[in-house]
């Protein structure tokens, strides 16, 4: 019988293909028909979230709980993000949708405690706050936010940077392999 940590290849690559084709729908959704763009909508908050639950239970393994709370926490607000996105037609408003952003703060920071992440990883964590940031100020003062050139660019920097924490992490999966004999 396999070990738990016996997984760790297939974790690693699966939480890679999560972030990547997350990522990939995100950037084309919109271009396709209004049921097929909702679906798509759907399966990228399911991919995304699996993908950063996937890395929690790593760095949680690995004795990184803050960095792996962290990432628990950011599937949260992603989670709040698009559950206010399948009320949207029942008028729950902006303050809704940019709550989720509450979870991204602190998540961000959790997660850039991770030691072994360079700085410019952490860099573009601390940026994944900008958007979000300039979201809420938007909604103090105009309720519709879907014009808001803030939320593709608050949800394409988490993206990206979850493509990047993929990628690390396979880098580092492979450097470890190496290292042993």
């Given at each position: ?123 573009l964590l601390i940026w994944c706050n900008v958007p979000f940031f300039m979201l809420l100020q938007t909604v103090k003062t105009v309720e519709d936010i ?36």
């Open positions: 019988m396999k070990a738990p940590h016996d997984e760790e290849k297939l974790l690693i690559w699966l939480q890679l293909f999560c972030f990547i084709l997350s990522f990939l729908i995100g950037t084309t959704f919109e271009y396709f028909s209004e049921p097929v763009s909702e679906t798509l909508l759907k399966i990228n908050a399911a991919l995304y979230i699996t993908g950063i639950i996937l890395l929690a239970v790593k760095l949680a393994r690995e004795g990184w709980d803050i960095a792996a709370a962290g990432f628990t926490i950011l599937a949260i607000g992603w989670g709040a993000f698009f559950a206010s996105l399948d009320f949207s037609d029942q008028n729950v408003g902006a303050h809704i949708f940019v709550s989720g952003f509450y979870f991204i703060l602190p998540s961000t920071l959790l997660i850039a405690t991770y030691k072994p992440f360079p700085w410019w990883i952490k860099a879907s014009r808001s050139s803030w939320v593709p660019l608050g949800f394409a920097s988490l993206h990206i940077t979850s493509v990047i924490f993929g990628i690390f992490f396979l880098m580092q999966y492979r450097k470890a392999k190496k290292g042993k004999p």
